[in-house]
């Protein structure tokens, strides 16, 4: 039987090595989504900028939710909640997606040379791709009403670093849960809807009651979500040691992740 390996160079080995066939599938999967559509990829611009409409009213209208209490600003809520949506969105479709990743691509279980380590990359790829786009309307709204981004806004790479390893982790270890356990689809869906409200996206964390606001911080989308805002909107880095942590831990899950597929992937062709 085929072994694999478990080493954590292996993680981002198998990636370079594979670099030609994952862009290849990255741009299938961009292009095959939107494939047929009248307005094409411009939907990606759209989609975001509805719910964002949709956010704002809910939160900064009906319910008056501010980031100061000084301020008045729904452009300043709309800009402040967009930056923290873009974190979550790429998380919640990556792993949304995750546990049936392989079941979607029984062909390539039965070819041994495939890599099936680098289909979570594929998904990973597709979802930065939005999240840039998202990221060139937020600056385009930004530069309308405020002008000039923050020079932090150079750091954004840095601050994407923990998410990304973070993503990968958790879709390694769904992708291959949903293989042997296939309610993993039901149960991602659920747990995601719920860590969207128990991540600080409408509100600051700041807002909580003191004896829940220690807790937020056990959610790891939290000091990202931060620190995106800090770096695109207020223009500072005010959690270096937090970004450290997480980046730390955005490692450990990302191995453990890593390892865990390679080791039972072995059973995919026997249950698949």
């Known amino acids: 039987m085929q072994s694999f390996s478990l080493s954590p160079r292996e993680l981002v080995a198998s990636l370079w090595r594979h670099r ?7 741009k299938r999967e961009v292009v095959g989504r939107y494939r047929g559509a009248y307005l094409g990829i411009l939907w990606s611009f759209f989609q975001p900028l509805l719910m964002l409409l949709i956010y704002t009213f809910v939160f900064s209208v009906v319910f008056k939710a501010r980031w100061n209490a000084g301020s008045d600003s729904k452009t300043e809520f709309a800009l402040v909640l967009f930056a923290g ?6 998380f919640a479709e990556c792993v949304s997606r995750a546990p049936g990743l392989v079941i979607a691509n029984v062909n390539y279980v039965k070819k041994v040379i495939f890599p099936l380590e680098v289909l979570p990359w594929v998904v990973l790829g597709s979802a930065l791709i939005h999240l840039s786009i998202s990221l060139v309307v937020w600056l385009m709204v930004y530069m309308i009403f405020y002008g000039w981004p923050p020079l932090t806004v150079l750091l954004l790479p840095f601050v994407l670093m923990p998410l990304v390893f973070l993503v990968m982790g958790v879709s390694w270890f769904l992708a291959s849960l949903g293989v042997y356990l296939r309610d ?3 149960i991602t869906g659920i747990l995601t809807t719920v860590l969207m409200f128990l991540s600080p996206i409408f ?4 807002s909580l009651p003191e004896n829940f606001r220690e807790l937020i911080y056990f959610n790891p989308l939290t000091p990202i979500i931060e620190t995106m805002r800090d770096v ?3 223009g500072h880095l005010s959690h270096p040691v ?5 980046l730390f831990i955005s490692l450990l899950i990302a191995w453990l992740g890593f390892a865990w597929f390679q080791k039972t992937r072995k059973g995919f062709a026997d249950v698949l």
């Open 85 to 90: 949506l873009m974190v979550f969105n790429l």
């Open 203 to 206: 509100y600051p964390a700041s």
């Open 232 to 234: 695109l909107y207020w």
């Open 20 to 26: 030609a066939l994952v862009w290849l599938m990255v």
């Open 242 to 246: 937090a970004w450290v942590s997480i």
């Open 184 to 186: 993993a689809s039901q």
